[in-house]
């Protein structure tokens, strides 16, 4: 697949990304920026939610993990079903009952507005580190797809992405996001089915042949309840999947905006029972996809890669397969790296104009939007900064361990609101900050020492045990006077 027509398929895709931008942007306001208006119907959340939860990483990594993991990430959406369950349930009731624009208001609410600002400042380290390297990989891919054959900078790649990023996101916000996301949804979906159909009239399969091509794959075991010391384990990734999608997703500005968006409290729900059921079909199709990735590799005497990253790409783009499959792998590649980073530079605008900032206290309507403007810029020059650090790194092992600093960020929140919910105490707010620091540092600690003298390999579960001493320390710095009750 030439450079040429994967550069066309750009332009083509950024120019309808345009159009159905400035169309929703109509007319917007803060209110629609931060939280769509709160006019956004259930099933246009819906669909918007099925491709936000799949990132760029996401689209490359999944179909290339079967390799190494088999289809045991199902197990994680099994826990993924259950975090939906207690999002729809126990956190959305409580965000529409007060009322909140960002999460973290609800902090203050309970306890204060020093933890309040803990917890946007715990949300915007991983967001900005997550986000970052997120676009840092489909960069890398796109820089050696395309703009190495035109000799453009890796420094110039990064720029135009976050600068058609800034532009579409600058106004309209949330309601620009449902749109593009539904779009991105639509582009994800129909690029996983082109090329599972393209290996498949390649193999000449039929449907039948690839359903048992997939089951009969050797990398198609689903559960693993045999080693109870492994990261695999089954009821360790159930955990995991919950944790993490509760905390991730349900206590992550980027994501809940868009549920947040919808009229009711009954949309809202009905949008993540919904985006709950169709993430289970999407993985696995994408998981089916690797399997079949690898069949293919096998079928067409293709080198194997040496990392599960570049077997996607690999096979669509250098694999002998139709140019439609190349054309639909870009596409997928491009919309879920476009959605991804405007909903983080949206969610760090918000999460800096109304939780640090206190926007909705301090300022009039607008005033507000020349801080929010101006907060829109700096999150996106940060995140060109922190992209290029990763560039000048360029090691898969740091990468690697930011990406889990990142994730252990999430657990303070986890324990504060876990802890705001359960218990009536009140707190110390002079000591959360520190909580905050020292819960991912013990967390860090307790996985070295499972590890190294128990042979005990703590896994995606790691996020409760950080919170749980988030939960401990909060509990040392409370008291049962002077409640602060939500």
Known sequence: MSPEIILLTLAAYLALLFLLARRRAAGA??????????????????????????????????????????????????????GQLIIAFVLIPIFYRRGVVSLYEWLDIRFGATTHRTGAWCFMVAKVIGAALKIYVVCSVMQILVFDHFNISFTFNVLFTLLV???????????SLIATDILQSLCLVASIIVCIWAICHRMDLSFGGAVDAVISSPYSQM?????HSSSRYFWKMVAGGALCLVAMTGLDQDM?????????????QTNVILTAICQIVVILLFLSLGALIYRYIDFAALPTPARGDDAFPLVATHGGLPVLAGIMFVIGLISSTYSAAGASLTALTTAFTIDVMDGRKR??????TRLRHRTHIVMAAILFVVILIFKHLASDSIINLVFKVAGYTYGPILGMFVFGMISRRNIREKAVPAIALLSPIMSYILQWVAAEKFGYHIGFELLGYNALFTIFGLYLASSKNNLKNE
Do not use: K
């Not at 939610?49 to 990483?57: F, L, T, Y």
């Not at 559960?223 to 080693?227: E, G």
């Open 29 to 82: 306001d803060n209110a629609t920026f931060f939280i769509g208006g709160r006019r956004t119907s259930w099933y246009a959340a819906t669909l918007a939610m099925i491709g936000a939860a799949m990132s760029g990483v996401t689209f490359i990594s999944v179909p290339g993990s079967v390799a190494a993991d088999s289809f045991s990430y199902m197990q994680m959406v099994v826990g993924f079903t259950i």
């Open 165 to 175: 990023v800034w532009l579409y996101t600058r106004s309209g916000g949330v309601r």
């Open 223 to 227: 559960w693993f309840f045999d080693d």
């Open 256 to 268: 809940m905006q868009r549920n947040m968006s919808c009229r009711t409290m009954r949309d809202s």
């Open 363 to 368: 300022y009039d309507e607008s005033s507000l």
